[in-house]
């Protein structure tokens, strides 16, 4: 075989890259050769760096049954050791490292980890504590260290509040029920909506989109609800306005805070 490699591509569609210098190494907590990984869906198109074990690995791959929805493009389902994001994109890395932990939360946003530690907590990964008012205490990476190995389990990235790894949290372990059955309490959608509209105002210098606004009214209450399911201080609905904003913006907010910055120095210097 070359050095230099071929790509080929097989039945299934998946691009294979037979260069025979690459060497998956085997994580230490990877799971063992036998375990039958749940079949998580790919897209056709996904590149696999897969070193000399192209003819196993083609073996991972399966064909979904029935027909695609229109407008949706065709999967599979692969069984194999890598890891899955939320695009149905297979990574080119194995299972998480427990001490990988700290790097993951830390790569978060604020509002991505209250979030996620919320649902962690609501679901009773940290057992008898709560999260802390850092987010990164001991007892906070427990927490996100048991999040890891089950995403392991499943095969799937467990990196932001879109990873696949938050749907098999939820479908494995149910919300724990709290000693005096406190209800919860959320803003309205119509108080929310009129919070985003100023607050998307000043930080993208445009109306969100209804589709947006959705999104993120549904957001601040999965937050409010949350919080308050930990014993967590719920913030103001203006900061969590601003919070919801903000998610996944963040380029588009420093585009228009960089205007804004222009607009006044234009008006100080009386152009």
Avoid: C, H, W
Avoid at 127 to 137: I, K, L
Avoid at 155 to 180: H, I, Q, W
């Amino acid at each position: 075989m070359s050095d230099t490699g071929t790509d080929i591509t097989s039945e299934t569609g998946i691009t294979v890259d037979t260069r025979p210098t690459v060497n998956v190494a085997v994580d230490r907590y990877s799971l063992p050769s036998t375990y039958q990984y749940p079949g998580r869906q790919v897209v056709p198109s996904t590149s696999v760096l897969i070193g000399q074990e192209a003819g196993l690995e083609q073996d991972f791959f399966k064909p979904t049954i029935g027909p695609t929805p229109v407008g949706q493009d065709k999967f599979l389902l692969y069984t194999g050791p890598r890891l899955v994001n939320e695009r149905g994109v297979i990574t080119n890395r194995g299972s998480y490292d427990p001490d990988e932990a700290y790097g993951v939360l830390a790569s978060l946003s604020k509002a991505e980890r209250l979030t996620l530690q919320s649902e962690l907590y609501s679901r009773g990964l940290y057992g008898g504590s709560r999260p802390s008012a850092s987010g990164f205490d001991s007892q906070d990476i427990g927490a996100m260290q048991q999040y890891l190995l089950l995403a392991n389990r499943f095969g799937v990235t467990a990196d932001s509040l879109r990873s696949p790894a938050l749907t098999y949290l939820r479908s494995e372990y149910p919300v724990v029920e709290k000693s005096g059955g406190a209800r919860v309490r959320v803003s309205s959608k119509e108080d929310i909506s009129e919070v985003l509209r100023g607050e998307s105002l000043r930080l993208l210098g445009r109306a969100m989109t209804p589709a947006e606004v959705r999104q993120a009214v549904s957001y601040v209450q999965q937050t409010q609800a949350q919080r308050q399911v930990a014993g967590q201080d719920v913030p103001a609905l203006s900061t969590l306005g601003e919070m919801a904003v903000g998610e996944g913006r963040e380029t588009e907010m420093q585009v228009q805070g960089a205007a804004r910055a222009a607009a006044v120095l234009e008006r100080l210097l009386g152009r």
